[in-house]
């Protein structure tokens, strides 16, 4: 039976580990043999004319010539362009191969065992997601991880801001107006053992995720919720509203203050520890 029941599994600790290598993990190289052929068809012409420049002759003879000293000029610009050209031909060819997998066997939330239908295309789709988002999240456009998110399933509503760090392609939910920070990790899965778990992770609106967190599978986070630096989730766990919480794992929760607050607060602990330090003298 491929599928088993949560309460057969006792989680004693967080995998924060990913999905394994499989002979899958080679559709890499036809994504990288896409991207290249698409930008080699696009700039035949171009290089052409480059060549014919630099030596007075066409590699191409049934390509016609343009052969200007202008063309050397855009040369910077050609070889910018098609580094998008290169990235978004992978993205689209990912696209169609998700869709095509997730055609074949939908994803499923639940915990599987290793070598089940699901396992595998969990991984299948995974490895064909990897590389794409890779590669979207080294452009310099702050907004294009969002579009390859979107793209590949995850579920992220406006004004969203994502960091570096890494999103689960599946059975993720983002809100409006919230902000992941630097180097998170956002798990719809979790490999233990020989079972993988999966459940949908759902982040409210205007929720802050700190630097250096993960957030575990059936994460709930409130709107309005904050997950502090260095923290992670149990899977499952919920953080409620308008509060700070904290601890590895989550164990604590502070109400958010303000600066003024804050400061008030210090003042009156470093007060204290003087008065003590002072008695203690005494």
Known sequence: MEQID???????????????????????????????????????????????????????????LIGQWWEWVLLPLNLYGNMFLFVFSIVFLSGLINKLLRKLYPPKEGTFSRGSKEWKYTHRRFWNAYFPIWLVRALPIPWSDIFVYRYFGVSI???????????DPEFVEIGDYTMTSLNICIFSHLIYHEQMIIKRVKIGKACVVGPQTIISPGTVMQDGSILGANSYTWVDQELKSDLIHVGTPVTNSFPIQSVEESAKKTEEMLKKEFESERMEDE
């Open 6 to 64: 949560n309460s057969q599994i006792k989680i004693d600790y967080i995998s924060t580990s990913g999905v394994f290598k499989t002979p899958f993990t080679l559709i890499i190289l036809l994504q990288l043999f896409f991207g290249y052929s698409i930008v080699l068809f696009v700039n035949l012409w171009y290089y052409n004319d480059l060549y014919y420049l630099l030596t007075g002759r066409s590699f191409l003879h049934p390509i016609p």
């Open 157 to 167: 509503g406006k004004n969203v801001v994502a960091y570096e760090g890494y999103i």
